[in-house]
């Protein structure tokens, strides 16, 4: 019942909302099941296989934060394409993004090719570990090409409101690497590159099976690179890499303050960020449903269902995530004790989790104005309010707080930027619908 095709520009939105929304958040659910996947696997080999696998999944996800950019871009392009019906334009913009996604992954990986060594290194990796290490990435970068263009397929099915054939692909690629990592891993003998390998080969067959869907439906590829098209991709891609890079740069310096506090609060934060995930998930899904909308409806230049279908998004968001996070806090001792046994820990892991109770409805508010605002084609000012509220507002905060309050001060910091970064995500969007509006109108 999950899997409607609907019509964002047009159909009633509430409907829009559940049959965009569902299968987005699922898709964000089988993303993380893979990860998983790979950790239960890589774990049997060794402690220092998994320590490898996790020290290099970080530096991975520095890499796909270019990814994320590319296929940012172009799904705000294709989104507004497909919503003005202007379809000739959508599929020429695909097919110039498609050719660049996988050279930008072939440059990522002869880049990691060259400096392999170097990169384990700067992660401050060592002995075996390191070895390790070296093992995964050695395979993991010539898939780089393979997961760039993954996730730009993922993010097209998206825009044209197939959300539901991209949660399919995902759930056949988990299923394609339970089956290939215990027969790379063991059968073949293959240690933690089988692992490397069964990622590749379970995502270059969901690639085929999403550009045959594509194609199915009117896109296709040409070798070839239109000079004006990569650099609007360019232009408005490179703000949404900065925009995730800010943030998991300024995660790792939070978890180096709080660690100079007490090591053990670093495992009751990790914890917490944990169990959060899940409300991230639905945070996610929900935010590229306003995305959908607002692209779309940006193109039919349907002001009104723009504003309706963002706001409408807004408070499903904030009711929903708001219900399930005073779940999470009503019922937070039999949630940590899922994760923790020491009881100084689930103390400290409490103490965080009331922080993130009070403001985790803003952040689902806050990514769910800033994905609109990319939406209607502004990717600069979500990434500027970024940087800001996390380098020169939050992190001092931390540091000042943290001086004065031990721990409370971090979790604090948190909390207020969590608003902060809400309010000036909500007032920009509100200057974007007003651009809007002078823009349809004019």
């Not at 970064?421 to 007032?427: D, E, G, P």
């Amino acid at each position: 019942m999950f899997f409607k095709k609907v019509d964002p520009t047009s159909e009633p939105l509430l409907r829009v909302i559940f049959f965009l929304s569902i299968p987005m958040i699922l898709e964000m659910v089988a993303q993380n099941v893979f990860n998983f996947v790979d950790m239960y696997f890589v774990s049997r080999i060794s402690d220092s296989a998994i320590g490898a696998l996790v020290s290099s999944s970080i530096t991975v996800m520095v890499v796909f934060s270019f990814s994320v950019g590319v296929s940012t871009a172009s799904g705000i392009f294709i989104s507004t394409y497909w919503g003005g019906k202007k379809y000739t334009r959508a599929f020429y913009l695909y097919s110039n993004g498609f050719f660049f996604s996988f050279l930008l992954g072939v440059f990522f990986s002869v880049v990691f090719g060259i400096f392999l060594t170097n990169i384990v290194d700067l992660v401050g990796l060592r002995g075996q570990t390191a070895f390790f290490a070296k093992e995964y990435l050695g395979i993991i970068l010539f898939g780089f090409p393979v997961s760039f263009l993954f996730s730009f397929n993922n993010s097209t099915l998206r825009s044209i409101s197939l959300p539901s054939f991209a949660l399919k692909i995902m759930v056949l690629s988990n299923i394609l690497n339970i089956i290939f990592d215990p027969l790379f891993i063991f059968y073949f003998g293959m240690g933690i590159k089988g692992a490397a390998l069964s990622t590749v080969l379970s995502v270059f067959i969901g690639i085929f099976i999403q550009t045959r869907m594509l194609v199915g439906n009117g896109f296709y590829i040409k070798i070839a690179l239109k000079y004006k098209i990569i650099k609007k991709i360019v232009q408005k891609g490179v703000y949404s890499t900065l925009h995730l890079l800010y943030r998991i740069t300024s995660m790792l310096v939070l978890i180096r303050i709080v660690g100079m506090i007490a090591q053990n609060a670093i495992s009751s934060y990790s914890v917490i960020i944990r169990i959060y995930q899940v409300l991230l998930f639905i945070v996610f899904g929900l935010a590229n449903t306003a995305f959908v909308i607002a692209g779309q409806n940006y193109g039919a230049k349907n002001f009104d269902r723009v504003k309706k279908g963002v706001f409408s998004v807004l408070v499903v968001g904030f009711v929903v995530i708001g219900l399930l996070d005073m779940t999470l806090y009503i019922f937070k001792d039999n949630v940590i004790g899922i994760f923790v046994n020491e009881l100084d820990v689930a103390s400290l892991a409490k103490r965080v989790l009331f922080f993130y109770f009070i403001s985790y409805p803003f952040v689902a508010l806050a990514t769910i104005s800033a994905r609109s605002s990319m939406a209607l084609h502004d990717t600069k000012r979500p990434s500027l309010i970024n940087l800001v509220n996390l380098w020169f507002f939050m992190i001092p905060l931390a540091y000042f707080l943290s001086r004065k309050m031990g721990l409370d001060g971090v979790w604090i910091a948190i909390a207020i930027s969590n608003f902060t970064n809400f309010l000036a995500n909500f007032v920009l969007f509100n200057f974007n619908l007003k651009r809007v509006y002078y823009e349809i109108n004019s």
